[in-house]
């Protein structure tokens, strides 16, 4: 667990998930739209097999950030972040990138981060252009998945965006 001060001077603490976090990331997702929303148990099972891979941040009164996140298995130095969520109440906080930062501070010899983002999702790419600045290391959209191959009629386009190459000391 790290203890971290936000841009307004609240302390917030970074740590994996664990089971009994499960209820609580599903309904912090619920009450981030446009975030696709995922059933409990598959934030379970993302506290039982992903827990190094991604970060619970707990203010004082409960769950104000969840960033999931999973190693690809056909290139183990390239983690790829599924979902990044802050509350409300945490909202312009620097709490996002302090999660991203937390996570590849972690040690896990990663040299790629890979994410998607719609077009529409501004406050994400903002995130993770900002990630990159700090890393020093470069941000390029590097494939589509067309909204044709979503269930939902008009779901816009995810776009994969790809972060590194990272050093070992990032």
């Known amino acids: 667990m790290t203890v971290i001060e936000t841009r ?8 994996s ?17 446009p975030l696709d929303l995922n059933s409990v148990y598959a934030y379970l099972i993302q506290a039982m097999h992903h827990a190094p891979t991604c970060v619970v941040a707990e203010g004082e009164n409960g769950l ?14 390239t983690l790829f972040i599924w979902q990044l969520a802050v509350s409300s109440a945490w909202r312009g906080d620097g709490l996002a990138l302090a999660m991203l930062r937390h996570l590849v501070g972690r040690g896990q010899n990663l040299r790629w981060l890979e994410t998607t983002i719609t077009p529409s999702n501004t406050a994400s790419l903002a995130v993770f252009r900002a990630l990159a600045r700090q890393l020093e290391i470069g941000i390029e959209p590097v494939s589509e998945l067309s909204g044709s191959l979503f269930p ?9 965006y790809r972060l590194g190459p990272l050093t070992p000391a990032a």
Do not use: F, K, M, V
């Not at 307004?8 to 740590?15: A, D, G, H, M, V």
């Not at 976090?21 to 912090?28: E, F, M, N, R, V």
């Open 8 to 15: 307004s001077r609240r302390s917030i603490r970074l740590r």
């Open 17 to 33: 998930p664990n089971l009994e976090d499960g209820i609580a990331i599903h309904q912090l997702i619920a009450s981030c739209p």
């Open 64 to 77: 104000a950030g969840y960033l999931s996140a999973y190693l690809h298995p056909r290139q183990p130095r």
């Open 152 to 160: 939902e009629s008009g779901h816009p386009p995810e776009t994969l």
